[in-house]
Structures are given as C-alpha cells and as structure tokens.
C-alpha cells in the first residue's frame, strides 16, 4: 500500500546514495544527461526522472535496479495519489494512509524492462 509519505522513498534512495559515492549533483547530471535543477527535483520528491531512463539513473547512482524501481513506483504512486487528494471534493473522505497502490502501474512498468 502507498501511503502520502512514501513521496519520498525514491527521493531518499537517491540522495543517500549519491551521499555515500561522494559525488555531487553535477557529476550525476553529467551522466545522466539532465540537468542540475532536475537531478535536484528527483532528490527532493520534486520530480522524476523517466522510466525509460531508469536503468541509467541507477548506474549513475550505483544502485540495485530492483529495488530502485520498487522505490520509483512506490513514490510515483505516492505522488499520484497527492495530485488526487488534493483535487477531491471536501465531502469526500480521503484517507492517506489507507490508499492502495495500484498494481496495474506496477506490473505495467516492470514488464517495460
């Protein structure tokens, strides 16, 4: 289940690596091939890189593929169902803790890979 927190699983993931290799924002959007303010967004659950390009953003960061893509989905997720909180009605009851991933997205995206 996603939860509103979860925004920042990917983020996180990203930025304690990133932290751990010792490189900066600059290396990473030298080789990824984004720029700095976009490699700033994915870090702070501002953004997302494309899935298409996940395998290049996780040998960037030096990251288990697997478990990246679980944490983008994750957050992705997290992400949509902000957008959704947010637009629905006041009469509406949203419980954000009590939303559940969408499995579809999920299996949609790993069978890309």
């Known amino acids: 289940m996603a939860t509103l927190q979860d925004v920042y699983v990917f ?15 600059r290396v990473v959007s030298d080789g990824t091939g984004a720029k700095v303010a976009t490699v700033r967004n994915w870090e702070t659950g501002e953004g997302f890189p494309v899935l298409e390009e996940l395998d290049l953003v996780c040998s960037v960061y030096n990251l288990d593929q697997e478990e990246a893509k679980h944490a983008y989905l994750l957050s992705k997720e997290a992400r949509r169902l902000e957008i959704e909180a947010k637009k629905s009605p006041k009469n509406k009851r949203f419980e954000p803790n009590e939303v559940g991933l969408d499995s579809r997205l999920i299996d949609r995206a790993l069978n890309s890979f």
């Open 11 to 25: 983020c996180e993931l990203l930025k304690s690596a990133r932290n751990k290799l010792g490189i900066s924002r």
